[in-house]
């Protein structure tokens, strides 16, 4: 599985790259702010923050969603547009939204986390609501929920190692850069890190979109 997964992975990025970046950019916007601000962590920020902080998830979710649709599409052999993607994204947003607010909640029970590792995709690809897509991920991941979890910590794994050479990297540049050239460095480094940051996302979207297909065909083993 993890193999398909790779494939669809070297087959999708091209395609998936500009929207995944997109999600990554603004997933820094309320940390940025609250860093010009003056803000530490924690619950204690404006209206303007909470504000921002709302408008990126959303749009997160809604880019997220857009890449998984396209795998999807490359999966099923079809051939949809940009706006056709994001559209259908759009319309998943609500039930897309509240699944992942319902699997935020159960984040820290390992076993039912794995059951409805597939909820959220459930959610994008077939338009129910957030009970229903739950129900197909716990009836999709039944009898495999051992594999799947090993599934999901070997690409925990991996995406941890990356995105610590990915850090290894950035610090190379910036003592390369040294003192005269730090900003340059810095704008390098930060353009470099933010695009090589969008690929575990869609590799981990792959391995979701993947899944989901092999256990929707009956498939013996998601690993």
């Known amino acids: 599985m993890l193999r398909a997964a790779g494939r669809l992975f070297l087959l999708s990025w091209p395609q998936c790259l500009p ?38 998830v ?50 820290p029970l390992l076993l039912p986390l794995v059951a409805l590792s597939l909820a959220w995709l459930a959610a994008v690809l077939e338009q129910g609501g957030p009970l ?6 716990v009836q999709l991941t039944r009898g495999h929920l051992w594999p799947m979890t090993l599934t999901w910590l070997s690409v925990l794994a991996g995406v941890l190692v990356f995105v610590m050479l990915n850090g290894v990297f950035y610090g190379v540049v910036m003592v390369v850069a040294g003192h005269a050239g730090a900003q340059t460095g810095v704008l390098i ?13 869609i590799y981990v979207s792959a391995v979701l979109v993947s899944c989901r297909a092999v256990l929707t065909a009956g498939g013996h083993s998601p690993t």
């Open 19 to 56: 929207l995944a970046l997109l999600g990554v950019v603004v997933s820094g916007a309320p940390g940025a702010l609250a860093t010009r601000n003056g803000e530490g962590r924690g619950l204690q920020h404006g209206a303007g923050w909470w504000s921002l902080y709302l408008a990126t």
């Open 58 to 107: 959303l749009l997160m979710l809604v880019c997220y969603a857009a890449v998984a649709l396209r795998q999807q599409a490359l999966v099923e052999g079809q051939r949809v547009s940009l706006w056709a993607v994001v559209g259908r994204s759009l319309r998943s947003l609500p039930t897309a939204l509240l699944t992942a607010a319902l699997y935020g909640l159960l984040s």
């Open 132 to 137: 229903a897509a739950c129900r197909r991920s």
């Open 189 to 201: 480094s930060q353009v470099v890190f933010t695009a090589l940051l969008s690929l575990p996302v």
